[in-house]
């Protein structure tokens, strides 16, 4: 099961190919922001945010036939498997009468990402990277206070290391295309005054090299 073969096979009805959002990933680790940007980002910009975390969770509470697993996987930080999330972001992306998506905390393996290109044929507009240290991360998931079943320090200490080994090499992939704008935390502490700079960079398509010597380490 997973692989981007036997995603490519599964029913799509072809809508989403035919379709063509735009879509922008929005990666970056476990409590590096994406959330809380992306809601800034929709509130100026004609973009839907689309949280794939946010969609397998309410899979869960609508006890779905893959509630069960779906819920021991994320409890596991482990990644659920892309057919699983991909049916869910189809479903989402045609119910809703916009052709430009925010996905955010999706591709997280590089499973995902191929399986992706092969069921909806589109290419991202380019990632948004969000660059932010563990030692920070941990302490903003130790504080979020959702009720969230993953936000505890031993499930925290496994999504680290599924970013590290799995999620980071999609964020390269990208970067090889020339396609990631990466965002560093330094900036977030004070985006809330940046944020007409982080929509500059989404509105106007700066080059992310420009963008990535003003905004990395
Ligand atoms: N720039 C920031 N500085 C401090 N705390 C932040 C910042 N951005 C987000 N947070 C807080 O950190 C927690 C995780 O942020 P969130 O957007 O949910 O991350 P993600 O979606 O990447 O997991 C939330 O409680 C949020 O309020
Ligand atoms: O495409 C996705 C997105 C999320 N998840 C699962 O949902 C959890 C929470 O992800 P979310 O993006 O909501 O939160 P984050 O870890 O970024 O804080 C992850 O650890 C995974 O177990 C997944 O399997 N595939």
């Known amino acids: 099961m997973g692989s981007a073969a036997e995603a490519a096979t599964m029913s799509t009805h072809g809508s989403l190919a035919e379709k063509k959002p735009t879509v922008v990933f929005v990666l970056g680790g476990p409590g590096s922001g994406k959330g809380t940007q992306c809601a800034n980002i929709v509130e100026h910009f004609g973009y839907t945010h689309l949280s794939a975390g946010d969609l397998l969770r309410a899979e869960i509470k609508s006890g779905s036939e893959n509630g069960t697993m779906i819920q021991t996987m994320i409890k596991e930080g482990k990644i659920v498997p892309s057919e699983v999330t991909i049916k869910l972001l189809e479903k989402a992306i045609l119910g809703i009468d916009n052709d430009k998506f925010l996905i955010d905390g999706f ?71 020339g396609k990631v704008k990466k965002v560093n935390h330094f900036l977030m502490y004070w985006l809330n005054a940046y944020t007409l700079n982080l929509l500059n960079l989404i509105s106007f398509q700066v080059k992310p090299s420009i963008f990535c010597v003003w905004l990395s380490d």
Do not use: H, W
Not at 117 to 125: F, M, N, S, Y
């Open 107 to 177: 591709p997280r393996n590089e499973e995902n990402r191929a399986a992706f290109e092969a069921v909806t044929k589109i290419e991202p507009e380019f990632v948004l990277f969000f660059d932010c240290p563990e030692e920070e991360m941990e302490r903003r998931l130790l504080s979020r206070n959702q009720g969230r079943e993953d936000d505890n320090i031993e499930t925290i200490r496994k999504r680290f290391k599924v970013f590290l080994d799995s999620s980071l090499p999609v964020v390269e992939y990208y970067a090889a295309k």
